[in-house]
T-cell receptor
Framework: GAVVSQHPSWVICKSGTSVKIECRSL??????MFWYRQFPKQSLMLMAT?????????EQGVEKDKFLINHASLTLSTLTVTSAHPEDSSFYIC????????????FGPGTRLTVL | KQEVTQIPAALSVPEGENLVLNCSFT??????LQWFRQDPGKGLTSLLL?????REQTSGRLNASLDKSSGRSTLYIAASQPGDSATYLC???????????FGKGITLSVRP
């Protein structure tokens, strides 16, 4: 299957700082990328859907000004957590799919964010 | 709103046992259903994907079935091994919005 990478795999930051997480599709062109958040022992919750070259669509309850998503190319999407706070500490996972919105999503390995 | 339920949250079995993991969903208008494996602190590994028109899929010791009308899926693991210990997540893709909705997962422990 297709390979999706995330960087960094973990990050620790101080409260109030911003953190950028990268999601890359290594061997295919990802028209659509998805960002999920997973709290301990909870489901993965979709945060936003991004299409290359256009603005991301955020799920209800997700602050678009706090979680900035950029999908500038067919192989890279970034999630920036601005002014991070301890409650933003979570496991962030991206996935990527091809042309059709119903295409199989390929998941990255996740990024563990800890905000002190 | 689609809801996906996986019960129990955790399961412990001795090695060699055949086991069934259950998943239920509230809205039967789905495009597909997928089973994933997640190891602690890791991302997701896709195990099996069943399209809405299919009844089951098999891969090695794994068999997943889908009964869309009743909103249920099962993942059957034959001859379980300690290496099967992980969290198993069920996810459905909505027929209308094509979004994946995940269950909370079942944490499986296979005892040697």
């Amino acid at each position: 299957g297709a390979v999706v990478s995330q960087h960094p795999s973990w990050v620790i930051c101080k409260s109030g700082t911003s953190v950028k997480i990268e999601c890359r599709s290594l061997d295919f062109q990802a028209t659509t990328m998805f960002w999920y958040r997973q709290f301990p022992k909870q489901s993965l919750m979709l945060m936003a859907t991004s299409n290359e070259g256009s603005k991301a669509t955020y799920e209800q309850g997700v602050e678009k000004d706090k979680f900035l998503i950029n999908h500038a190319s067919l192989t890279l999407s970034t999630l920036t957590v601005t002014s991070a706070h301890p409650e933003d500490s979570s496991f962030y996972i991206c996935s990527a799919s091809g042309l059709a919105v119903t295409d199989t999503q390929y998941f990255g390995p996740g990024t563990r964010l800890t905000v002190l | 709103k689609q809801e996906v339920t996986q019960i129990p949250a955790a399961l412990s079995v001795p090695e060699g046992e055949n086991l069934v993991l259950n998943c239920s969903f509230t809205d039967s208008a789905i495009y597909n259903l997928q089973w994933f494996r997640q190891d602690p602190g890791k991302g997701l590994t896709s195990l099996l994907l069943i399209q809405s028109s299919q009844r089951e899929q098999t891969s090695g010791r794994l068999n997943a079935s889908l009964d869309k009308s009743s909103g249920r899926s099962t993942l059957y693991i034959a001859a379980s091994q300690p290496g099967d210990s992980a969290t198993y997540l069920c996810a459905v893709m909505g027929g209308a919005n094509s979004k994946l909705t995940f269950g909370k997962g079942i944490t499986l422990s296979v005892r040697p």
